[in-house]
């Protein structure tokens, strides 16, 4: 699996159009690949919170050991 670390969902200032951002560290070869999504429905939110979750709960357990 892929490792997202962040992910950006903004809105075009001209239109109402949303864009995402994605970027992923590939797995076992330290590889950093951003994708673009030129085109985000907001209807599909549910369905990318869904996608990252395991993504979430991986940098969580990365992280919980240096927490203040």
Do not use: C
Not at 21 to 43: L, S, V
Not at 44 to 52: A, G, M, Q, R, V
């Amino acid at each position: 699996m892929n490792l997202v670390f962040r992910w950006d969902l903004k809105e075009r200032e001209e239109s109402k159009i949303h864009y995402l951002e994605i970027f992923q560290m590939k797995q076992r070869k330290g590889i950093f690949t951003p994708i673009y999504i030129a085109y985000f429905d907001e209807n599909d939110i549910p369905l990318f919170l869904e996608y990252l979750k395991p993504h979430v709960d991986k940098l969580k357990s990365i992280w919980k050991p240096i927490e203040f």
